[in-house]
């Protein structure tokens, strides 16, 4: 039976369409699929057991670095002359944490305490926490700023108060002793006769309320019913505000609680964030694209007005009273301490800051914080966080251990907390995230070509196809021809006989 080749190109030309048809629909349904998915699976929500996981135990190393800045002259600093440091370090910590109390409401948002240890790492640090430095000593130093105002007898009697606890103005300790805690007679007389005038009770250290510690009473909201809303705050400790400022806009509860955001991220889209330990809520902007491992991230960096003074950034007015841009002044919420946060060796602040200081180089690579973040889920990939804790410290008369301090914000200490998504985790999300949509993608792509080939491919048989029927017929009409010729040959051959 012959196969007529001009309705069969037919089929395949309606195949063809078909395909084209089912490419384009997939090419607008896949993202939605995808995005469905992306949604579903970031919802705080038990039932999705691996981005549960991942939210509830963070199971990525974090890790915490930490750098002292080592006085070289103290002596010569009590003498009014500027001072000298050098960077030790870094001492690494590795940092786990984990959720607990988590508890869901009928509002669409679930509380927790998120719990932090640290944990010594060696073979990742620059020496051990037996190492010696010599640092600003707070309890001194800041207690005699913290008085200035009272009474000079008052006064008197603190100096008196320090030297016979044999407290000078500065501190010769090991690491472990300035990070976790030291014994201190004066830390003992306070807790006994003045509770409260410490952050701690116990022994006096620099992280000794961080260790075995929690953040407070967070709630925030799990994105059931606004995917935009999911991991935003709705209050801390029961507050949707704070009272550490001198506004209502630098007492706003803003953003996350810092470790993950809304999905469907723009390169408008800013990342704002609580962080209970530096008191106020902050917002890093993006920066520029990048790829980590084969998957796509944004750049989100601290815009130069985070720590800028009220002066050179109004809105900060209310973070005031204020010194230099590039430190943001804690005393407020650190039992009135002059204690200060900044970048690193002052970077991104007003440089004269750097002239009070002698041994600081502010790099960006090595001192400007970031977080690289997937624009789609909004699961950070890549963090650094980098702040510095510094001490305002100057001469303070009736409190002889000041001796001649030239005013100065010193540097003690300054800290990264840094982790990346790596192993099976990122073997996961780079197949979820990255290859499936690819392949969904190539799919439609896959579809639109094949059907545009099985189209054309189909048209040219079918149009050869057509030719040919037609060259057929004429064929058919030809004989006819022939044999009235072939009739006539014989009788012109007989005339020519």
Sequence with gaps: MAVNKSK????????????????????????LIIDDQIV???????KNEMSYTMWKDIPVPFFMSVYFFNVLNPQEILKGEKPMVEQRGPYVYRKRCQKDNITFHPNNTVSYREYRQYYFEPSMSAGSESDVVTIPNMLVLGAAVMMENLPYAVRLMISATFKTFKEGPFLTKTVGELMWGYDSGLVDFLNKYLPGMLPSTGKFGLFAEFNNSNTGLFTIFTGQDDIRKVHRVDSWNGLTELSYWRTPQCNMINGTAGQMWPPFMTKETTLPFYSPDACRSMELVYQRPGVMKG????RYVAPKTLFANGTDYAPNEGFCPCRQSGLLN????????????????????DPVLLDYVQGLSPNEDKHGLFIDIHPQTGVPLNVSIRLQLNLYMKRVSGITETGKISEVVMPMIWFEESGYIDGPILTTFHTNLVVLPAVMEYMQYGFIALGLATILIA?????????????????TSHPTTSTSTGERAPLLQDETD
């Design 8 to 31: 069969v190109a037919v089929g395949f030309i309606v195949a063809g369409v078909l395909t084209v048809v089912f490419g384009t629909v997939l090419s607008f349904v896949g993202p």
């Design 40 to 46: 579903k699976n970031t919802v705080i929500d038990p």
């Design 295 to 298: 998957i796509p991230l944004y």
């Design 330 to 349: 804690v005393s407020s919420c650190r039992h009135n301490s002059p204690v200060f946060i900044s970048h690193p060796h002052f970077y991104n602040a």
């Design 459 to 475: 048209a040219l048989v079918h149009h050869r196809a057509k030719r040919n029927n037609r060259e057929g017929e004429t064929t």
